[in-house]
């Protein structure tokens, strides 16, 4: 890959990364918290609960992609004659 090519990505990337805006939250998001704080609920418990499940939709994916890689890797590596070390 020539050195301007590189370079190109590189700004590429940059730029992307830069001219990202803030993330809002989605409005169903955004009413309910806004309606579910009660007087006796705790604030921090409620944000730690959003944040926990936030960290749980996105190791679904990430799970799955993953799983899908090592089966992927195992059976390909057997077909080409390659022992792959089990366990």
Request: charge should be positive; aromatic fraction near 8%; hydrophobic fraction near 45%.
């Amino acid at each position: 890959m020539s050195c301007v090519r590189r370079l190109l990505y590189g700004l590429t990337l940059v730029a992307a990364l830069g001219a990202a805006a803030p993330a809002w939250a989605c409005p169903l998001c955004k009413e309910s918290a806004a309606t579910g704080i009660d007087d006796g609920d705790d604030p921090l418990r409620e944000a730690q609960a959003y944040n926990h499940s936030i960290y749980l939709m996105l190791a679904v994916p990430y799970t799955i992609v993953g799983l899908g890689g090592v089966y992927c890797y195992r059976n390909l590596g057997r077909r080409q004659g390659a022992a792959l070390p089990r366990g």
